[in-house]
């Protein structure tokens, strides 16, 4: 046999059971790069770069472009003193654009996507790709195998190296780096609610300015029927109306630079000269406190930026680029500017800045304009919301909810009914509380900038880990960052009390959620593993088990992907039967956007061929939907059988035969395929490998004998157990499922007995069962109950 195929005979002497992994034809490494490049930014011809930086428009700067709205509004809430004023803060809002969407979002935070997916959770993920900072150990060397699972490695001696040690050595920094993550996305989340409050109030707040004596309670009304119009319709999903965002948000940002430039010429062209940052220096020079205050208006200038990058997916970054540079930048310059022109000569009409500065024939279209825009903003961050909790679900940090996919084209775009409800109620209860756009810019402010300072922060982890940066560049990055973020930060606390507690609040009570719940699954994780089932009591049994051997097969559901889990002893030790055939079925997430379908199942035998038993590992990434998954118990049989001939064929082959079929599987693959035998103090195989030429059943688990088998027995195997197995699925399926219940331990503290017992209990009762996400029938249902003390 060639050296590249030899195995060490340690692991044929040790008894250790051979297992196949599904994907036995593993491409050669060129092969492998032309597949992972599959999954990278491709390059696009230029009519087509133009037509994805169109689209984009709609998708990705609705938020960012209906800023204009109320920006000057929230930034001088009480009167304009001085019209230089006007001129500082413009200077303000032209740098804050130029520092923070374009240069550090658009060529910088964009290029740090996970295989384009976008936001604090694909940010997370390439990190836990790069280094061992996963809270729940479920992950094998095999996993990193995968096409879409980028990394790279680390010479010993640098500083990223130092890095990743850093990060594994303590659970207290793999829990903080989590913490920083879930409250980034507890934030977005807060935008979720705010966006559509302050966009959609804002733009209705047009139809009082031509009707002076017209109550705010009638805006405020109109802007709650647009709210509760635009949840009810979320059910739909973007990509049916999704053709119509992309020419409104382009007319949008022509209209309001048209406008722009007409004011300019109008009233005063010497506001350009606010592009010389010396008029902030006088500006707050002249304000003082109060300049500093008005911060967190100039910030609103900026919302949508952090959007940007969670809605990222589906379009390539150089299409992101080009249409924020092309047409974003310069229509929003001219906006504001156009705006701060008006005001030299209008100082009084700045509660009102945007309407009033419309040129009178154009007003309406304007402001039918400006409701769309307003509609699609408040789009894509809802978008974003339910994208993020589907990720949080994911990732073991968000109750089970209902995900409906709402787009065959697009993987992405989600519907979640429960929160969108819950959305909708918070955002009507904002509007409607507040009544004005002050103080919930005031909150806006405060979520935007937090999600802002935790992507800086994971952005340092990435230049170093995911690029390779020298630490001098990610800290001058950091640096930079910081001070401008931490300025508006600063800024923004000062009105915590005038409505920023509102994000505080909202994001407190999520975050709370998903800390309970993650801590809850990671120790009924931890319990499930240490009290598994070794394999020198399974083989005790025999291969009936100790019990009657029933025609069926029973699929038992579990997390673990390794080892007999508990719940399986616990059922065959209170009832008298169990299926002749039993797989054990362990759905997982990995920290990778999608799984390939032909990569995506690992089946292995578990103990000799006698005992029927098999098991199943059906791999999902944080952006595929698992869901109502109707062909998935097909998929897993068709898996079953491939592994079962595939077995058969390895037994028969000569030297060369398994050098084609088998030879490129990596040294990898078959470690974590050989890995749950080699943890028992007994393991038993089935099948042996040789150390000389051949593939062997070994007929006494105990005492094995390697013999060479021929071709035509092999396959007589392969029928007699498929027939058995396809008896066995006519039988019947039967899926059994763990109804688990978890409770602290009686000498717990007792904040984790109000964690465990309480909330994580309650949010258990209210979540979606495993029985509706596997789509399983009722008639073949079987719940096994337990309880686990942690």
Not at 441 to 457: F, P
Not at 503 to 509: E, K, N, S
Not at 721 to 745: D, M, P, Y
Not at 750 to 773: G, M, P, Q, T
Request: hydrophobic share 45%.
């Amino acid at each position: 046999m060639a050296s590249g195929m030899e195995i060490d005979e340690e692991h044929e002497t040790k008894g250790s059971m051979w297992v196949l992994d599904q994907k036995l034809d593993q491409p050669m490494d060129e092969e492998a790069g032309r597949l992972r490049n599959m999954y990278r930014e491709k390059k696009f011809s230029s009519i087509l770069l133009l037509r994805l930086a169109f689209q984009s428009l709609g998708v990705v700067y609705g938020d960012l472009g209906t800023s204009p709205l109320y920006v000057f509004y929230n930034t001088f809430p009480k009167k304009i003193d001085d019209p230089e004023d006007v001129i500082g803060a413009l200077s303000l809002i032209i740098y804050s654009l130029t520092l923070i969407p374009l240069l550090k979002y658009v060529f910088i935070v964009c290029r740090a996507n996970d295989n384009g997916q976008g936001g604090t959770f694909a940010l997370y993920s390439l990190l836990c790709r790069h280094a061992k900072v996963k809270t729940i150990p479920n992950q094998h060397r095999t996993d990193e195998e995968l096409t879409t699972y980028s990394r790279s490695t680390f010479n010993e001696n640098s500083f990223a190296e130092k890095t990743k040690k850093w990060l594994e050595a303590q659970d207290l920094r793999k829990n903080a780096l989590l913490l920083l993550v879930l409250a980034g996305t507890c934030m977005v989340i807060g935008d979720g609610i705010l966006t559509p409050a302050i966009s959609v109030l804002s733009a209705s707040g047009g139809i009082k300015v031509n009707n002076p004596k017209m109550e705010n309670g009638m805006v405020v009304l109109v802007a709650v029927v647009i709210l509760v119009g635009l949840f009810s319709m979320q059910h739909y999903g973007t990509d049916k109306v999704g053709w119509l965002f992309a020419p409104i948000v382009l007319l949008w940002f022509l209209l309001i630079g048209g406008i722009g430039i007409f004011n300019i010429w109008k009233y005063d062209s010497s506001v350009l000269r606010a592009f010389s940052p010396v008029h902030i220096y006088r500006y707050f020079r002249r304000q003082k406190r109060d300049g500093w205050s008005s911060l967190g208006g100039i910030m609103l200038s900026i919302t949508g930026t952090e959007a940007l990058f969670a809605d990222l997916a589906h379009f390539p970054v150089s299409a992101i680029q080009l249409a924020f540079t092309v047409v974003v930048f310069p229509c929003l310059l001219l906006a504001y500017s156009g705006q701060a022109a008006y005001l030299m000569q209008n100082t009084d009409h700045v509660v009102d800045v945007f309407y009033r500065s419309i040129p009178e024939s154009i007003y309406w279209p304007t402001f039918i304009i400006a409701t769309l825009a307003a509609v699609v903003a408040s789009q894509a961050t809802i978008s974003a919301s339910f994208s993020l909790i589907k990720q949080a679900v994911a990732l073991g940090c968000f109750p089970r909810v209902k995900v409906v996919h709402t787009s065959k084209n697009f993987l992405g775009q989600v519907y979640i009914p429960d929160m969108n409800w819950i959305l909708m109620i918070l955002c009507i209860a904002v509007t409607v509380g507040f009544k004005n756009q002050s103080q919930i810019g005031n909150a806006y402010g405060t979520a935007v900038v937090i999600v802002m300072l935790t992507t800086t922060l994971l952005m340092m982890l990435i230049m170093l880990l995911v690029w390779h940066c020298h630490w001098i560049l990610a800290l001058i990055f950091t640096i930079l960052s910081l001070v401008v973020e931490g300025t508006y930060f600063s800024a923004v606390l000062l009105k915590v009390d005038q409505g920023g507690w509102v994000p505080l609040v909202i994001a407190g009570a999520f975050l709370g959620i998903m800390v309970v719940w993650h801590y809850g699954t990671v120790k009924r994780y931890e319990f499930e593993m240490h009290s598994k089932v070794s394999m020198a009591w399974v083989l005790g049994l025999g291969p009936s088990l100790g019990l009657v051997r029933v025609p069926g097969i029973g699929l038992v559901y579990t997390e673990l992907a390794s080892g007999v889990p508990r719940i399986f002893s616990h059922f065959i030790t209170n009832l008298p039967a169990i299926h002749s055939a039993v797989v054990f079925v362990c759905v997982k997430y990995l920290p990778v956007y999608t799984v390939p379908e032909d990569e995506r199942f690992l089946v292995k035998r578990i103990g000799p061929k006698s005992f029927h038993m098999f098991r199943c590992v059906a791999r999902y990434g944080y952006k595929d939907l698992h869901r109502k998954d109707d062909d998935f118990e097909k998929k897993l049989f068709d898996n079953l059988f491939l592994f079962v001939r595939l077995e058969s064929m390895m037994e028969g082959c000569s030297d060369s035969d398994e050098y084609s079929l088998y030879g490129q599987q990596t040294q990898q693959s078959r470690d974590f395929l050989l890995k749950d035998n080699l943890n028992t103090s007994t393991s038993v195989a089935d099948l042996t490998i040789s150390s000389v030429d051949s593939i062997v059943p070994v007929k006494s688990p105990l005492n094995a004998t390697p013999t060479v088998s021929s071709g035509p027995e092999s396959s007589q195997t392969e029928v007699d157990e498929l027939e058995f197995l396809n008896s066995c699925r006519e039988a019947g399926v039967v899926h059994i499922l763990g109804n688990t219940i978890v409770r602290a331990r009686r000498d717990s503290r007792f904040y984790k007995k109000i964690a465990i017992d309480y909330v994580y209990a309650f949010l258990r009762k209210i979540c979606r069962e495993n029985s509706a996400i596997f789509n399983v029938p009722h008639e073949s249902l079987l719940n096994v109950g337990q309880i686990f003390y942690v």
